[in-house]
């Protein structure tokens, strides 16, 4: 267990918690901010690649080695490792809005839209997963209460609902969280490495199994 | 800690009364641990253990000398404890309707039963060995007890279809989804307990 994070300090770019106040503080056309924020920048750029490549306890050297910023440097922007980890996250997620959109929500035939949302889930859980697994080991010592994950669940969550609305929209209350709570299980992330796993890696298996039970939990409702 | 410390049966220990003691208050400090375990206390403060089993800090540190330290060893200790009731459940005899009925119920009781101890381990870290063991171990006898209690659904199926239908069908019964149904959605033992019943019957009719 490391220990907690220190006390945070109210410096809004060195814990990453604000986008908005990023961008304000980059606009007052402070040369020096402009330079910490390409800095910052590169830092978490190098973090997420060490993730990526299976690094999930990245020193602060190969982070400064990899971003060219000092290590001096990576210790002013983020006091901890755990805001590091954080203000990764609130990267990588404004680097993959894009792929995080799914296409034509909501329409076409049942078989086509289960097909769409299995493999545009695949693609998400491969773009996440090496982040979410760093990001897990350094939730279960900090009190992440899950600010990050859950803005992500619940974008992913609405996701399936406005993906399968013609299907869903005859239940309502507890029976509906049921059926879709039952109608989700696969697609937790816990699911995805589970089926992971198992399958050893083997996408085409995951999606396989994804699809199927999809098909059997969606057609109970028609 | 030496490994004669560990073992109270050496004749060297049974000789020497500071040491009967020693072990009588680190078995003190370890039982207080798994009590506030049970009472959901994920990370124990070592002053509040000091105090739930009547020793000082400074002994509670002398017999391990992290928190991590006296948390693997207490979940050690538990785990060992708990072991006889991990042990696999023979399959009955019944329509598929009821052998569904019976797997769940018994799922679920582990469950109930475990989750305070794997929330634990999960705390401590994932890929520590002993946690990884718990966790592989629950998945294997998981997929074992499946298979024997529905061999009669599973068994015209070929190798890769086995696979398949079996990943399918135990996946809602992993212990990571009975917690996100009971802690995350809310779900108490008998709505969890319709769900997974359910999840089976679409499997299992399905083959």
């Known amino acids: ?222 | 800690m030496t490994s004669e410390l560990m073992n109270p049966v050496s004749t060297e220990i049974r000789t020497d009364g500071r040491i009967d003691r020693r072990l009588r208050n680190r078995e003190a400090v370890l039982e207080a641990t798994i009590k506030m375990f049970i009472e959901g206390e994920v990370i124990p403060a070592m002053d509040d253990v000091a105090e739930r089993a009547g020793v000082s800090l400074r002994s509670v540190y002398r017999y391990f000398a992290t928190r991590d330290e006296l948390i693997r060893a207490a979940l050690e200790q538990w785990l060992l404890q708990e072991a006889p009731h991990l042990v696999a459940q023979p399959p009955i005899e019944g329509d598929l309707a009821e052998r569904i009925e019976y797997f769940c119920g018994q799922r679920l009781a582990l469950y109930f039963r475990f989750a305070p101890l794997a929330r634990v381990a999960l705390v401590l870290d994932e890929a520590d060995p002993l946690v990884r063991d718990l966790f592989d171990y629950g998945r294997d006898t998981l997929s074992e007890q499946f298979a024997a209690q529905f061999e009669t659904e599973l068994g015209l199926l070929g190798h890769q279809d086995w696979a398949m239908a079996t990943t399918a069908a135990t996946l809602p019964l992993q212990y990571h989804l009975f917690e996100y149904m009971h802690v995350g959605c809310g779900f108490d033992a008998t709505e969890m307990h319709a769900l997974v019943v359910e999840q089976l019957q679409l499997h299992l009719s399905a083959l």
């Open chain 1, 1 to 222: 267990m490391s220990e907690k994070a220190g006390t945070l300090t109210s410096d809004p770019i060195a814990h990453g918690a604000s986008p908005d106040q990023l961008r304000d503080e980059v606009v007052t056309g402070d040369g020096r901010v402009a330079r910490r924020e390409r800095n910052r920048s590169a830092v978490l750029d190098a973090v997420v690649e060490l993730f990526e490549a299976g690094n999930t306890e990245p020193a602060v050297e190969d982070v400064a080695v990899l971003s060219g910023v000092s290590s001096r440097s990576i210790y002013r922007y983020f006091h901890h490792r755990d805001e590091l980890v954080r203000a990764a996250m609130w990267h990588l997620r404004a680097r993959v809005e894009p792929q995080m959109q799914l296409v034509d929500i909501g329409e076409g035939p049942l078989d086509e839209r289960i097909d769409n949302f299995v493999a545009h889930r695949l693609a998400v859980f491969a773009v996440l997963a090496p982040i979410t697994r760093a990001a897990r080991r350094t939730a279960n010592s900090l009190d992440l209460s899950s600010e990050e994950f859950g803005a992500f669940q619940m974008v992913l969550r609405q996701q399936f609902l406005d993906q399968f609305e013609p299907e869903f929209s005859t239940l309502a209350g507890r029976v509906l969280t049921r059926a879709v709570v039952a109608a989700e299980i696969g697609f937790q992330f816990d699911s995805l490495e589970y089926l992971f796993t198992s399958f050893e890696g083997n996408t085409d298996k995951m999606g396989h199994l994804l699809g199927r039970q999809l098909r059997i939990h969606l057609e109970v409702l028609r």
